[in-house]
Nanobody, 121 residues
């Protein structure tokens, strides 16, 4: 059974930083691309960042490019999202996801339960 468990969310002030983690189990982690998505209050879920199996290729939404960094440690079956210079509009539930296949922005197979990030001004 595949499980993705996010952690690291919380309340942070504008301009602050958080690091989200997602621990994966029940799958051969190194074979999967990993993604981060978020659902802001009252809005649809949106792509944030993705990283291919080797970590050599990443993709970011325009809204987070230059502020967020996605990385992975295949030895620990964990993917990370380092979030810097946080803004109130980054407030959302953040989800990690896993997939096979080439594209990073859609069509994920497995999802975590999410972790809340709140940026206060």
């Amino acid at each position: 059974q595949v499980q993705l468990v996010e952690s690291g969310g919380g309340l942070v002030q504008v301009g602050g930083s958080l690091r989200l983690s997602c621990a994966a189990s029940g799958l051969k982690f190194g074979n999967y691309a990993m993604g981060w998505f978020r659902r802001p209050p009252g809005k649809k879920r949106e792509f944030v960042a993705g990283i291919r199996w080797s970590g050599g290729s990443t993709s970011y939404s325009d809204s987070v490019k230059g502020r967020f960094t996605v990385s992975r440690d295949n030895a620990k079956n964990t993917v990370y999202l380092q979030m810097n210079s946080l803004k109130p509009e980054d407030t959302a539930i953040y989800y990690c996801a896993a997939k096979t296949g080439f594209t990073l922005r859609e069509s994920y197979d497995y999802w975590g339960q999410g972790t809340q990030v709140t940026v206060s001004s």
